[in-house]
Structures are given as structure tokens and as C-alpha cells.
């Protein structure tokens, strides 16, 4: 498994593993710069005496040392029910968790899978817990719906159930299910679809804004100028997939160009080495993004 991972990170070179033994060939500059990587790794493992599957392949690849100041951090974030222990497991994830404690405002971009929507869900269940908010408020834009549920059949919750399914499900990890039905029964959690934030005022409240990368331009400047003086607000969403129709913009990339540098408000980037799923959704997803980068270059070559 880690001599692929090996293979992976340096295609130039060639590993050869008899026994305890490692034989590395190949370009003396490549060579060079396998030494230096393994050497962080050797330092890693002296240090903590253990090294996981993930922590091997993110000291690979990363090329910021400072990025693994919290790589071995193992703080939960929140405790579920039967002793399940929610915690980050890729280093952006923690990077959100130390993010969260300076900002009032932050943004987690990337690809599916990458625990973005998770950690965030964790993030405000704690928060919740250590009575730091008073309520908890989860939201997505229905853009399957176009927003206008009206036609769908069912009462409310039937209606936006489907869409904000990915949100229930990871607070039944995080929550009894007794106590999460309490909390929605009595507003403490409530999830609705970005629509129902308009007009409003949100404070005293942990806010997340799922899936953003499907509202425009205007849904995203009206969430965030919901914001209480009390508040905290994660925005989560992937560039990847938006399925705004042809003739709207998505307001995420507008908003991270606008807002970035603005104190108390912080931006993480996940990518694939993030991806907690399984194995192959890494491979899948870095397939997808190599295609997309030919296709850009192939356009830029014919409009040159």
C-alpha cells in the first residue's frame, strides 16, 4: 500500500523494496527531493512513534512542514451517540477546526467527500453543546426545485427533506436520535432551504450554508448579510459541481475573490488527498480533474 503511494508521489522514480531495505533509482534531482520528503516522515514517526496510512501520504505530498504542526492532533470535536468519536482525519479538516476558534466567518471549498459539510456539522454541534450558540441552523439552496417547492407533493418537511437529507445524516452521527427529534421539534436545529433566510436576522447562532457553490450571486450577498453581531458562519461548497442553470453564476467563486483577506473571515481549500470516503473516490476524482485540465488546455490552445 505504501510502496503505491511511493510510486504515486514520484512516477519518476523507480522503488524496489526487499525486506526492511528500500532501493530508490532514478534522476539524482528526484532522488533528492524523495530524501528530503523522507526525512519529514522518518522526524514524524520519531516523534509521535506511530504513522498512519493518511499521515504517510499527506507528508508526501504537502510541501508546508508548518501544515502538520496539528497533523497528529487527536482532539475529538464532538462525542456521538455509542461512543462514537468525531474528530478531523486529513489536515484541511483540522485546519477548519483551528480556522473556526478566529474567524466569525469561514469558507471550506472542495471536492465531495473531502468532509467539508461534516466537519462543519461537527464544528456546530459542539459549539451547541459548550453552549457557545443557542441554536443551530443548517441550510442548502434547492436549486433541484428552483427554489419553488410549491409544485412538489407533500406537506413542508416532505417537500425539502430530499435536499437537505445529506445534513440529517450526519447529525443522527453526532446526536441521540431522541434528543436530535427534541432539537428540531423545538427549533433549536433547524434546517430550511436558503429561501427561508431572507428578511431574517440570524444570531446567537452557529449558521451553515451548504452546498453553495448552487447559489448566485445575490442568495450568497443576502446570507451573508443575515449575520448577527453573535453569530458564526461556515459556508461550504465545491467548484466542481455546480447545477445552476446555464444563464446563472455561482456566487462562491465571486465571494471568495470579494472577501478574501477581510479579517474574521478565513478560507480553507480541500482537495483530493482530503477524501475520507472510499479509496477510490481519491483516484476518481483526481481522473476527473486531469480531464478537466486538458480540456482548459486544449481551449486555451485554440483560442491562442
Sequence with gaps: MRLKTLRSAFPTLRFTARGEHLMVGGDALAIEQFQLKFERIVAHYAKHDKLSDEDFALLLIDEDIRSFSHLNSEEPIVFGPNGLV??????????????????????????????KTYTAVALAVRALKNREVKKIILTRPAVEAGENLGFLPGDLKEKIDPYLRPLYDALEDMLPPAKLAKYVEDNIIEIAPLAFMRGRTLDKAFVILDEAQNCTEMQIKMFLTRMGPTAKFIITGDLTQIDLPRQQRSGLPQALRLLQGVEGIGQVFLHANDVVRHRLVKDIIKAYDAHDEARREIAKQQNS
Design 86 to 115: 468525531v474528530k478531523a482525519r486529513s489536515a484541511n479538516q483540522r485546519r477548519m477546526v483551528e480556522l473556526i476558534g478566529s474567524n466569525d466567518i469561514l469558507f471550506a471549498v472542495g471536492p465531495a467527500g473531502s468532509g
